[in-house]
């Protein structure tokens, strides 16, 4: 493992993870990897929340991760992997608040009317979140502190020269020059937008960012 995303959801992380694989650092271990083999992701992420974390059989065939449930255990995953980069995704407190409020949250709230099939997964998103400090009951201020609190807890828990706090929207400059790679021709990717977030989530493969 090369390089861990510790932004939580919403903040560019499917964004952050095409960026990534364009770059050679892929694949790249997403919440998506888990949507779609939730039998054998859910159950590791749980052995996580518990404190019996097995990162070789999470991340196996891996080489970057992002997104939560990634997001959530950046001083575990420092402590595993002393050498790795970590990129804190982040943007605006408040447009970020709007962002998940109608998305994630909305979905995690609304979960006892969801199948029950998908309910190991929600109940896992619910712990891995709550580790994060997040709850989606929380008011809009709750969230927007909360969101700034992260991102300290973050920037105190990695050493600064393995820590690249990012914006999507600044492009691939200072991710290529953190990362120490050529800068790719072609444009920035941006990806799943709120509109493509339920797209995803009514095909069973939700990804959680923007």
């Known amino acids: 493992m090369q390089v861990f995303g510790a932004g939580v959801g919403r903040t560019g992380t499917m964004s952050l993870r095409t960026a990534l694989q364009q770059l050679g650092l892929g694949p790249c ?28 059989a999470i991340y196996q065939g891996q080489q970057s991760a992002v997104d939560w449930p990634t997001a959530s255990f950046y ?18 407190p408040d447009s970020w608040v709007a962002s998940i409020s109608e998305t ?7 979960r006892d009317d969801a199948p029950a099939e998908a309910q190991p997964w929600l109940d896992m998103c619910m712990k ?10 929380m008011s809009k201020d709750e969230l927007a502190a909360r969101f700034f609190a992260h991102t300290e807890a973050v ?4 050493p600064a020269k393995q820590l690249l706090l990012f914006q999507v929207k600044e492009g691939w400059g200072p991710l290529c020059e953190f990362l120490g790679v050529e800068t790719p021709a072609t444009e920035f990717p941006r990806t799943n937008d709120r509109a493509q977030f339920w797209q995803l989530l009514e095909d069973g493969g939700a990804t959680v960012e923007e």
Do not use: C
């Open 29 to 56: 271990y997403h919440m998506e990897v888990v949507l779609n083999n939730p039998a054998v992701h859910v159950p590791l992420w749980n052995a996580v929340v518990a404190g019996q974390a097995d990162w070789s």
């Open 75 to 92: 001083p575990e995953l420092h402590a595993a992997f002393p050498h790795a980069k970590f990129v804190l995704t982040h943007r605006d």
């Open 104 to 110: 994630i949250f909305t979905a995690l709230l609304s």
């Open 128 to 137: 891995v979140i709550a580790r994060s400090g997040f709850d989606p009951a």
């Open 155 to 158: 920037k105190a828990a990695i």
